[in-house]
């Protein structure tokens, strides 16, 4: 009976673990008691790293559960900061912006997915009033852009306004991977059908005209 009780609250504190980012609330004093990892603002819990939440019921009759943030291994503290490039796969898209989960800082995968909105004036520099989200981005690319301020706790705003952020990679409807011909088209090397895209330019390219 106490390695099935043992089981259960092994159970009970995995399901509570959350991974978190500095600063983020946790919980208010009255929930919880502050562990490793935390401080308090006001009456509210925050984490002061990056690590997992973990939630430890006390071993004291009457005493409330101490919350604490355990660290990470240093491979996976990274997480987007502003200026960082990110590579996002693109979810959804409307008039207004295009919503994405961000999949990578630089080189490094990311453990966690973070949301990311790129809204119609970010998306380049120029005419920003006219841009079409419809023709620039689809639901399934995957877009190299920079994160240019914080949205709130996982959620960025990004820009593909430089040459070298847009569109990296797409596929047709027919699922072929498509190829880039210009800087705001793509084509269907199988059937040639042709879709506008907000076009990266090649990391080898170092310079360009518009």
């Known amino acids: 009976m106490a390695s099935e009780d043992n089981m259960e609250t092994d159970t009970q504190q995995q399901s509570s673990e959350t991974r978190v980012i500095p600063g983020e609330p946790l919980g208010t ?14 009456h509210t819990i925050h984490a002061s790293h990056i690590g997992v939440r973990d939630i430890c019921e006390s071993t004291q009759e009457g005493k409330l559960p101490i919350i604490s943030v355990i660290s990470l291994d240093a491979s996976e503290k990274v997480i987007p900061v502003t200026q960082s490039v990110v590579v996002v796969r693109i979810t959804s898209v409307n008039p207004r912006f295009a919503k994405c989960d961000i999949v990578c800082v630089g080189s490094t995968p990311l453990k966690d997915t973070y949301r990311g909105l790129i809204r119609q004036r970010d998306v380049r520099a120029t005419q920003k009033d006219t841009v079409d989200i419809y ?21 960025y705003y990004l820009s593909t306004a430089s040459n070298e ?6 596929t047709s409807p027919a699922g072929h991977t498509m190829l880039p011909v210009s800087w705001c088209e793509m084509i269907c090397p199988e059937t040639h059908v042709r879709e506008m895209r ?13």
């Open 135 to 155: 023709k620039s981005f689809r639901p399934g690319d995957i877009v190299r852009a920079q994160v240019i301020s914080l949205g709130d706790a996982k959620s």
């Open 198 to 210: 907000k076009v990266a330019k090649p990391l080898d390219i170092e310079t360009m005209t518009s």
């Open 29 to 42: 004093v009255y929930e919880y008691a502050i562990g490793e990892g935390t401080f308090v603002r006001g």
């Open 165 to 170: 952020y847009g569109v990296v990679f797409a």
